[in-house]
């Protein structure tokens, strides 16, 4: 049996657990969801939809003395962080946290982030070790066993306090204009290569908010 979060956080200090892999595969892709509510779907996003279906829908199960629950609420009172698991294996009394992903195994160290905050808000709420978890890649079929060793539990707290800090400050983190950003859903929305220069921007917004020459005729007849 687990405890309700304690009341140290206030909603909107509270970090979404999925947040942390999209900061770690780009800050100004988190912000753009978290902080201004964007979203849109692409090929990729629509593969990930497909790799979480069944994930979704709370359940428990038992295969081979291995208990599932599947859509786990999970928290973490102390980093303030708040989800939930695609799913938790339980062997014996060890948790196991499940992540869905589609795709194969190539970007696993964004995954891993958040992962292993699932494993952190389950050691907190069961009071038991999580030393590891696994994505599970629906393209190669395959999981990827992820070790919660110190390094990846201090990125966790990082990157945990670098979103609540983005989220506080009401700020958009530069775009990246990179290889990465052809493939993400919200290219539209982030326009990388003209707000990743700064000068070009301020020379597009001032043309747009300058009235054309026949409109400064209008306004002096």
Not at 147 to 156: E, G, H, K, M, S
Not at 166 to 190: H, Q, T, V
Request: charged content about 25%; aromatic content about 6%; glycine content about 6%.
């Amino acid at each position: 049996m687990t405890a309700d979060p304690a009341p140290r956080w206030r909603d909107d200090e509270l970090v979404p657990i999925s947040a942390l892999e999209h900061w770690s595969y780009c800050p100004r892709q988190c912000a753009l969801i978290h902080l201004e509510q964007t979203y849109d779907e692409n090929l990729y996003t629509l593969r990930g939809n497909r790799a979480h279906r069944g994930a979704d829908e709370p359940g428990v199960a038992s295969a081979r003395g291995v208990r599932v629950v599947r859509a786990m609420p999970i928290w973490s009172a102390r980093l303030g962080l708040t989800g939930r698991a695609d799913a938790v294996e339980f062997r014996g009394e060890t948790p196991y946290p499940i992540e869905y992903k589609s795709g194969s195994s190539r970007s696993w160290e964004h995954e891993a982030v958040q992962l292993c905050a699932q494993a952190l808000c389950l050691e907190e709420m069961l009071g038991v070790a999580v030393p590891a978890g696994a994505v599970w890649y629906h393209g190669s079929r395959q999981r990827r066993e992820i070790a919660c060793d110190a390094a990846l539990r201090a990125l966790v707290e990082e990157v945990t306090h670098a979103i609540r800090a983005m989220l506080a400050g009401e700020r958009l983190p530069a775009a990246a204009n990179d290889a990465r950003c052809p493939k993400c859903s919200l290219f539209e929305a982030c326009l990388p290569a003209l707000t990743a220069r700064p000068a070009r921007l301020r020379g597009f917004m001032a043309e747009l908010f300058h009235p054309a020459p026949d409109e400064d005729r209008l306004d002096s007849a």
